[in-house]
């Protein structure tokens, strides 16, 4: 066990080789408290010395023979049991919109009200062509946003208003290039000014 390093083991190794049994209870029981030092995060565990005396069995692989104060424990009970996990296997028709695009459209298929669907839908096309331009780097025809809402729901909705697709995409590049950020704009004024007094000074020394 990597936490008590590797002299405790070579402690229970002698433990085990040591043959008076008297003496290897009382080496046990002093290699006990030197783990609860080693380990202090332990105490704060509930009958951690149950933990420690876990441990050591532990460590000698249980074949440690001395008298303990508590249950020996089962070797198969201890063992760490290694889960898999499994990996989601989702089928996603375009990995440029991704699952949740696909999520939003069984959404909005299942709305009764035909305005919101209108407009749910049209807020979907204004996400997946600000998706589709994070992915490619390029533009996208509205008219493609529109046959792939189309194809992803199986042809039950149906983008009526194309000529606003853009909102998402220009919020996004205002953001990315927003001249008003304090610390950019800031950091640009203070340089200005730095080479304009350095420019009045040159031709002042002049």
Same mark, same amino acid.
Request: hydrophobic share 30%; charged share 30%; no cysteine.
């Given at each position: 066990?990597?936490?008590?390093?590797?002299?405790?083991?070579?402690?229970?190794?002698?433990?085990?080789?040591?043959?008076?049994?008297?003496?290897?209870?009382?080496?046990?029981?002093?290699?006990?408290?030197?783990?609860?030092?080693?380990?202090?995060?332990?105490?704060?565990?509930?009958?951690?010395?149950?933990?420690?005396?876990?441990?050591?069995?532990?460590?000698?692989?249980?074949?440690?023979?001395?008298?303990?104060?508590?249950?020996?424990?089962?070797?198969? =009970?201890? &063992?760490? !049991?290694?889960?898999?996990?499994?990996? @989601? %296997?989702?089928?996603?028709?375009?990995?440029?919109?991704?699952? #949740?695009?696909?999520?939003?459209?069984?959404?909005?298929?299942?709305?009764?009200?035909?305005?919101?669907?209108?407009?749910?839908?049209?807020?979907?096309?204004?996400?997946?062509?600000?998706?589709?331009?994070?992915?490619?780097?390029?533009?996208?025809?509205?008219?493609?946003?529109?046959?792939?809402?189309?194809?992803?729901?199986?042809?039950?909705?149906?983008?009526?208003?194309?000529?606003?697709?853009?909102?998402?995409?220009? =919020?996004? &590049?205002? !953001?990315?290039?927003?001249?008003?950020? @304090? %610390?950019?704009?800031?950091?640009?004024?203070?340089?200005?000014? #730095?080479?304009?007094?350095?420019?009045?000074?040159?031709?002042?020394?002049?």
């Amino acid at each position: 066990m990597k936490e008590y390093g590797r002299n405790i083991q070579y402690l229970v190794q002698h433990a085990q080789k040591t043959e008076n049994p008297e003496e290897r209870a009382t080496l046990v029981q002093d290699i006990i408290e030197l783990m609860g030092t080693l380990n202090p995060a332990l105490r704060n565990v509930e009958d951690y010395r149950h933990k420690l005396w876990d441990h050591i069995f532990m460590i000698s692989k249980f074949e440690l023979d001395v008298e303990s104060p508590y249950p020996i424990p089962d070797q198969e =009970s201890l &063992r760490r !049991k290694n889960m898999k996990l499994e990996y @989601p %296997r989702e089928r996603v028709h375009f990995r440029h919109y991704g699952k #949740y695009v696909e999520a939003m459209i069984k959404k909005a298929i299942s709305m009764e009200d035909p305005e919101k669907k209108a407009e749910y839908t049209l807020i979907i096309g204004n996400y997946m062509k600000l998706v589709y331009q994070n992915w490619n780097r390029e533009n996208v025809d509205n008219e493609q946003i529109r046959a792939d809402i189309s194809f992803l729901s199986q042809g039950k909705l149906v983008l009526e208003d194309i000529a606003n697709l853009d909102s998402l995409a220009k =919020s996004n &590049r205002f !953001k990315q290039g927003n001249s008003n950020n @304090p %610390r950019q704009s800031g950091g640009r004024q203070q340089n200005r000014n #730095y080479k304009q007094g350095k420019n009045r000074n040159y031709k002042r020394n002049r």
